[in-house]
């Protein structure tokens, strides 16, 4: 699927303002082990492996393109496993969005390191981009 330039801007402006929407501090990004659920809503059984606090404002838009910025990285892993998927987190703790999540040269929109994340560890959030279909 492709679409304007300007749809995917419009479209990425939107996920970034839900994500910074709501009434609690601050949105959170939890990266998971396993594959992606098919639809968000769903009971979650996958292996929660990180937390990243993200800033108030999330990140920037540029044609389409969402960077994520200012964010705090976990200190001490919850559990350990491979990084399989992230689901972020409105400040009120709403559901907005998956994303595939691994390592550096994985392709994955979320790029964890280490991509094997070791229990009571700390993991670092190396970048976060959502691409719109332009």
Same mark, same amino acid.
Do not use: C, H
């Given at each position: 699927?492709? /679409?304007?330039?300007?749809?995917?801007?419009? !479209? #990425?402006? #939107?996920? !970034?303002?839900?994500?910074a929407?709501? #009434?609690?501090?601050? @949105?959170?990004?939890?990266i998971?082990?396993?594959?992606? @659920?098919?639809?968000?809503?769903?009971?979650?059984?996958?292996?929660?492996?990180?937390?990243?606090?993200?800033?108030?404002?999330?990140?920037? &838009?540029?044609?389409?393109?969402?960077?994520?910025?200012?964010?705090?990285?976990e200190?001490?892993?919850?559990?350990?496993?491979?990084?399989?998927?992230?689901?972020?987190?409105?400040k009120?703790? &709403? &559901?907005?969005?998956?994303?595939? #999540?691994?390592?550096?040269?994985?392709?994955?929109?979320?790029?964890?390191?280490?991509?094997?994340v070791?229990?009571? &560890? @700390?993991?670092? !959030?190396?970048?976060?981009? /959502?691409?719109?279909?332009?």
């Open positions: 699927m492709k /679409i304007r330039v300007s749809l995917g801007q419009t !479209l #990425a402006q #939107a996920v !970034l303002a839900d994500l929407s709501g #009434a609690g501090t601050d @949105p959170v990004m939890e998971y082990t396993g594959n992606m @659920p098919a639809s968000l809503g769903n009971t979650i059984t996958d292996t929660l492996l990180a937390t990243f606090v993200l800033s108030s404002t999330v990140g920037t &838009e540029s044609n389409g393109v969402i960077t994520f910025s200012g964010w705090t990285n200190d001490s892993a919850p559990d350990g496993g491979d990084a399989g998927w992230a689901r972020l987190l409105n009120s703790g &709403e &559901e907005v969005i998956y994303l595939s #999540a691994g390592g550096s040269g994985s392709g994955a929109a979320v790029i964890v390191s280490p991509e094997t070791v229990a009571n &560890e @700390p993991v670092n !959030l190396t970048s976060g981009v /959502i691409r719109m279909p332009v």
